[in-house]
């Protein structure tokens, strides 16, 4: 699969009534902060009004992250802060990206407040769900590592059966539920709106079991995630007969009319958020290689240990958006070639970045940068063919 440059995904994409291949662009919110001198206030008063400006700039959804117990990342409810973005909103999508399952006990609750917020927002809910990875969230849930497989795949089945068809039932040994009617019921069919977060080949199968979309959240350039991406086309299309839909790939953003310091910021921010990070994760840490449903992060453990924090931090850096407008533009021509069609969420506050640079960044991409693209990916998705020139 080396080398392999042909589009991920042909004639699969999200249409506008006369069939052009729109482009998905949004924004995730991360609610993490560098400096202990910074408010918890102030960060979600700064994430809330950079959610409530996208809008009004043009990004199609906002996303918010479920963290808990530190500053690496502190959202501990998504929905909740989604439905405060929906009251201040009136036409952006609100996803979770991504609630996770494991941490919550009673399955039911989180199919109740995604209906709820259903409400509340006019049916603009998009449902990503996730596993988790970090010790330092599971152990003061008492939840076992090696459990969350299991508990991750039956309660997605029990939620997704419920905000679709109103009635939720379990029989397996971690949530069994009597066929109980859930209110308030469904406001629109959900079939187009299910999102997984997936790390591993498990995780990327049972999201395609759940006819879920992909998100991946990109570590690394994207022509070296083209097996996973495929593997993930080609299963879902085993097992529903058709095209899957456009991978969603979330990226850290940094946009700045200066060059310099755009590359010098982005290796700051980048840093001190990769940083955080491994330490939160613990992803140089030798437990992945006996943790059940976990050795796949053993390898990935490794090459950190080997390489060393920083260099593997700017790796990372090296696969963010980042620079000029047309720098930012001529690298999302070049993931186009690759890719075929996508969607894209941009991280846009992260590694200490303030209220200030975080503003400024998503305005000018949205000035510069989103009506070009827009454009350039309208004229080239679906056809199968690589993006001819930049734009």
Known sequence: MEG???????????????????????????????????????????????????????????????????????????????????????????GTGAVILPWHTQPVRVAEKLLMVDHLSEGRVLFGMGRGLSRQEFVPFGIPLEETRERFDESSKMILEAIETGTMSGDGPYFPMPPTTVRPGPLASWRDRIYTVAGSHDSMISGVNNRCRLMSFILRPVDKMLPTFQAYQDTYREVWGEEAPPVSLNVAMYCHEDERTAIDGMYEYVGSFFEANVTHYEMDGVHFANTKGYERYADNAAIIREKGVSKAGKDYADAALYGTPQMILDKLVWIQEQMGTFELVLQPSFGGMSHEVSRASIELFAREVMPKFRQHYAATAGTGERAAAAV
């Open 4 to 94: 392999h440059t042909r589009p991920i995904a042909s004639a699969v994409g999200p249409h506008d009534s006369e069939g052009a291949y729109e482009m998905h662009i949004g924004l995730n919110f991360g609610f993490g902060k560098v400096d202990p001198e910074v408010s918890d206030h102030e960060v979600y008063r700064s994430e809330t009004e950079l959610a409530v400006l996208g809008e009004e700039l043009g990004y199609d959804s906002v996303w918010a992250v479920e963290h808990h117990f530190s500053d690496y990342s502190f959202c501990p409810d998504n929905l909740v802060w989604l439905a405060n973005v929906a009251a201040r909103t009136k036409t952006i999508k609100l």
